[in-house]
């Protein structure tokens, strides 16, 4: 079983940038595609983007290219998403999610674990 707990989430300012972190428990933390997802208020939980097990390919939407980087360090069993130029679009509660596997899945539904959430909001 895997346990993920998010962290770093909290109030940023317009154009500014914020480090989510999701610590995993367990012993196989590199068999496991991790990804982020976001809802915001009214809305789907929506992808952010994912990470293969080695960290080696990575998938971002097109919302948050070239702004938000997710990245995993296996030895400590936790992956990141590194947020820049945050937009007003961006604040949601962000969650970590793991699936069993090789393949970058898009669709929450494909994640068996997730983590709890972390807010964050955008100040203007």
């Known amino acids: 079983q895997v346990q993920l707990v998010e962290s770093g989430g909290g109030l940023v300012q317009a154009g500014g940038s914020l480090r989510l972190s999701c610590a995993a428990s367990?012993?196989?933390?590199?068999?496991?595609?991790m990804a982020w997802f976001r809802q915001a208020p009214g809305n789907e939980r929506d992808f952010v983007a994912a990470i293969s097990r080695s960290g080696s390919s990575t998938d971002h939407t097109d919302s948050v290219k070239g702004r938000f980087a997710i990245s995993r360090d296996n030895a400590k069993n936790t992956v990141y998403l590194q947020m820049n130029s945050l937009k007003p679009e961006d604040p949601a509660v962000y969650y970590c999610?793991?699936?069993?596997?090789?393949?970058?899945?898009?669709?929450?539904?494909?994640?068996?674990?997730w983590g709890q959430g972390t807010q964050v909001t955008v100040s203007s």
């Open positions: 367990g012993r196989t933390f590199s068999s496991y595609v």
């Open positions: 999610a793991a699936v069993y596997g090789t393949s970058l899945y898009r669709r929450a539904d494909e994640y068996t674990y």
